[in-house]
């Protein structure tokens, strides 16, 4: 009986994937046999990643994409489809996040992370609609805690994933008639990401580390785990879930009564 983690032939296309979290996921499934196709800003960065990628032996297609841009994006999924055909499993990952308090941030900072996070996955996922297949195709978007826990310095991030995972939601009854399963994945605080990195002091990461009911900081295999299996047949009857892998950090409010003291002014908790 072949495993349900065996993706050999699958198609998997992954925006913002060339560095964080969602480089994980692509790496997960790489190893897993599927065929990548990545899209992110810098086109160095793109290049790293599909090298890193093409290790695993299939096909890498990587292209110079920012998601605000509808038409940058979908020539980026027609190239994909051209490349490695009809996509299996779609990842929008791509999110932009600084802490500011809402009295300290311009209109502008604020329309930036939306514009990034909720534009950006709108964006991704109606260019992607016609280059899905169908029945079959999962689409997982990666969220966040604040998407229902409000936390302070982070209005503008609060917003843009309440606004994500309403957008999965209404996609996952739309689109489940052409047999398309579309879910979303909250990671908490991830080692090996950028805003762990940016974290301020041993103690501010101990104090998080604290608030962890499974007492350890999430790793990139954790979430990557949790992508494979939300793609796979064992999820068949799974859509509309918004799925957090955060050991149970949200349970206790997500940390946001120390989310002033975890960070430094002027770090960016983003992935």
């Keep these: 009986m072949p495993s349900p983690f065996d993706f050999t032939g699958k198609s998997v296309f992954v925006a913002g994937g060339s560095s964080g979290i969602n480089l994980g996921i692509a790496e997960a499934f790489a190893a897993a046999g599927a065929n990548l196709a990545i899209a992110s ?5 793109v290049d790293g990643a599909c090298a890193q990628l093409a290790h695993h032996g299939g096909k890498v297609l990587g292209r110079s994409a920012d998601v605000r841009d509808y038409a940058a994006i979908s020539g980026a999924l027609a190239a994909a489809h051209d490349a490695i055909g009809e996509i299996d499993v ?24 939306v514009d990034i996070d909720l534009l950006g996955t709108f964006n991704v996922l109606r260019a992607a609609h016609q280059y899905l297949r169908k029945p079959g195709a999962s689409v997982i978007n990666i969220s966040a805690p604040q ?13 843009a994933k309440a606004g994500v995972d309403q ?27 950028e805003g762990f990195k940016r974290l301020s002091t041993p103690e501010a990461r101990r104090a998080m580390e604290h608030r962890i009911p499974l ?25 509309g879930a918004l799925i957090p892998v955060d050991g149970g950090w949200s349970l206790y409010g997500g940390g946001s009564s120390s989310m002033q003291q975890t960070f ?5 908790p983003g992935r």
């Design 167 to 193: 957008v999965m939601r209404v996609l996952a009854m739309e689109w489940g008639g052409d047999g398309i399963r579309v879910n979303s994945i909250a990671p908490g605080p991830i080692e090996g990401t």
């Design 264 to 268: 430094e002014p002027g770090a960016a």
């Design 90 to 113: 779609l990842i929008s990952g791509a999110a932009g996040n600084f802490p500011a308090l809402a009295l300290g941030m311009s209109a502008n900072a604020f329309k930036a992370v």
């Design 41 to 45: 800003r810098s086109q160095e960065r």
């Design 147 to 159: 998407s229902w826990n409000p936390m302070p310095l982070q209005v503008h991030a609060c917003a």
């Design 215 to 239: 007492r350890r900081f999430g790793t990139l295999r954790d979430c990557a785990e949790l992508a494979l299996f939300l793609a796979s047949p064992l999820s068949a009857w799974i859509t």
